[in-house]
């Protein structure tokens, strides 16, 4: 069968969104969200309606040794790379209905059009659901595609820690989720259709985004040491404040972030003054901070700024400091041809797209280290997510499912072979 | 015994200093500071060491519903008011060796001093040691001189809130500090040594000096609520960022103070955020503001900016404010006979004093609203205190004990009736 015989619209948008509220009455939380940690009995009854549905569809399910769900419709070529389609089941502890959620579900709906409208493909198409994307309850989080590309070592329980002790690998068999080492999925490209959980589409009154990259994140440790002194006898002029140095560091890196480029993100999210007296001038501060920009250059000038800033808060604050990295992830770009055959596909349909680069990461920033990736986005309301009242219009639930499907589809239909 | 026939130097201050020293062990901090948080083990241990040595001085110890402890050495007139001497024991977190220990043992040195000279006194000394006087486990501070002039109630817990869900008088009990609620002492004068913990005596080189009053102190608590967000998916102009707000709101009023009136002092000492996630914009941030001057019209027009600038950053942040006053201790004029008792006794000894008001509010402030009350300042060096390397020379505390007990035993020979 050929492109040009699919039909114009393949796929159920009202039930795709039944399953999503469904699949919400998991772990649902008063206020209309969902708590469902990885690895809980929350997660473990979602994996099995979403195993349970895979099945209804016709598809094979497999489970690799990091508790990855791989649903897999065959294709006719014989060991032809799969393209591969989902998100996560887990969500954060007050977290919405279609963070992670959406992607899954529009991957086995993407499944059941090509059932329904009797379509075969050259290549497998296979619906993931990935193990631990938030990293609420285990850190680091996105374990399952880091399982997946080799970043993780099955089986490697101290690479994998829980504040509250439990043990990753433990808990996978715990819940019946522990899988095959021994699986092992080519991939010919991997889609992944996810809220946008910022504030781009909703303003522009588009309906779909095309995903170009995700955003360098780096993290940054600043330690700031002025001296503790009484706050009643103190004069102004004899503080050394680490409080008062933190605050013109925080609204002057902002300044600077702005100046540097509109889409740099700054912020500081964690502070801690000591020793939190009212009446003692602090003579400590401790502030970490998170950057994102999708050029390295552009994060590494920012820290460079932010180097210098505290260097400078000696002479202006009496208040020395030091600056440690916690973290750094490298920016990714997300693969050309595939990012053309989503725009593609929008465009066959009428759907007005945009380009914008993602805030957060995704399983599909692992996915890019081994094999062509991309990202479709969906608008959320106000820009919130992590929250329960995340919120995604059905029309824009059913539009980013329709192109995803799609641009599955086309992809494939694409003969055997390296891609 | 007349004052005529009173030794010229009637203490022993390498004596204090031993105590001093002693008492120095109990909460020990590395850098030769201390930590004992008021009612914690540490605090109980140095409370039982102090009530050993008054006994062993022949007084009678006796504690009251606050927990504040009175080391009583009898006088000739029955029912005479009490010469009241002494400070507290509690500390601050990282707190040096000095502030209130002083205080407490150099009214124990003045009780060790009268009984080696043999001199019988009309009314009695009582040495105290007042209950929390810090604040920084339990709020308000000056707790226990609080309670003892009826500006608390005994048993109400709602009263006095600690961050860490302590209870005050279930505290009390649990260290055995939970004293009789009929305790009543009536007071003729209460004098307090306390070192400086500012600059001014260092930089005039003089060893003691006559506190004149205690600036007004003011406590605020600002909440300011913005919107937890996303940190990498949040453009900056989305962001109701709560530190952001906090950070301009304690720069902006660092400005508004100096403008006001140099000696207006303003310190952010206690700075929380939530949910204090590195990749979270804060949603939440809590204040509190220590407000000091020797005129409450300043903190008056002080508290009136800091309104209006939390109210303002509803615009300029996105970010709602309150407002709550905490405490509010109005400034404090001491004795004026009182004063010159101390300034008699120095010139006496050939003890160069200045006059000076205190920027640190004392339990003697609280004393002040009932009865006549004075303070002897000794040097701080640096002006340094709230802070392990606090240090006062072994010659200025021997100076100012000296003082203190001249003008105590001048007191406390005065014959009874009103005073």
Redesign the interface.
């Given at each position: 069968m050929s492109a040009s015989a699919v039909p114009a619209r393949l796929t159920d948008g009202p039930r795709l969104w039944a399953d999503l509220m469904t699949m919400a009455g998991i772990g649902a939380l008063p206020a209309g969200g969902c708590c469902r940690l990885s690895l809980t009995d929350e997660d473990r009854q979602a994996r099995d309606l979403f195993a349970g549905w895979c099945r209804e569809a016709g598809c094979t399910v497999r489970v690799d040794a990091f508790g990855n769900m791989f649903a897999t419709r065959p294709g006719r070529a014989a060991g032809a790379g799969h393209v591969l389609v989902g998100s996560h089941l887990d969500t954060q502890p007050h977290g919405g209905r279609f963070d992670g959620v959406l992607g899954v579900l529009a991957g086995l709906e993407t499944v059941r059009a090509l059932n329904a409208a009797g379509i075969e493909t050259e290549r497998p198409v296979t619906v993931v659901n990935w193990t631990n994307e938030e990293g609420v309850r285990f850190q680091p989080g996105l374990t399952g595609s880091a399982g997946f590309v080799g970043a993780l070592t099955a089986g490697d329980e101290a690479a994998i820690t829980a504040a509250d002790g439990a043990r990753f690998f433990e808990d996978l068999h715990r819940t019946g989720y522990a899988g095959s080492a021994a699986l092992q999925i080519p991939v010919a490209g991997y889609y992944e259709l996810h809220i946008?959980?910022?504030?781009?589409l909703e303003q522009a009154g588009i309906a779909v985004g095309v995903v170009e990259g995700v955003?360098g994140?780096r993290?940054l440790a600043v330690t700031l040491t002025g001296?503790?002194?009484?706050?009643?006898?103190?004069?102004?002029g004899?503080r050394r404040?680490a409080?008062?140095a933190?605050?013109?560091l925080?609204?002057d890196m902002?300044t600077a972030?702005?100046l540097l480029s509109?889409d740099l993100?700054i912020?500081?999210?964690?502070?801690?003054?000591?020793?939190?007296?009212?009446?003692?001038?602090?003579?400590r501060a401790t502030l970490?901070i998170?950057l994102?920009h999708s050029q390295t250059a552009l994060l590494d000038r920012m820290e460079g700024e932010i180097r210098a800033a505290v260097a400078g808060l000696a002479g202006s604050e009496g208040v020395g400091g030091t600056v440690a990295r916690?973290m750094d992830v490298a920016p990714v770009h997300f693969d050309a041809r595939m990012q053309a055959i989503i725009a593609s596909a929008a465009e066959r349909l009428g759907i007005r797209t945009l380009r914008l680069p993602?805030?957060?990461?995704h399983d599909a920033s692992n996915l890019a280290t081994v094999a062509p990736a991309a990202m479709i986005f969906v608008p959320s309301r106000g820009?919130?997510?992590?929250?329960e009242s995340e919120w995604t219009e059905p029309q824009h639930v059913t539009e980013g499912c329709e192109v995803l499907a799609q641009a599955v589809l086309h992809h494939a239909l694409q003969p055997a072979g390296p891609w």
């Open positions: 946008e959980q910022g504030p781009v955003q994140v993290w001296e503790d002194r009484h706050a009643g006898t103190t004069p102004a004899e404040d409080f008062m933190a605050a013109r925080a609204l902002r972030a702005a509109p993100r912020t500081f999210g964690r502070v801690t003054v000591e020793p939190n007296s009212t009446n003692t001038v602090p003579g970490a998170d994102r916690l993602s805030g957060a990461m820009g919130i997510s992590h929250n």
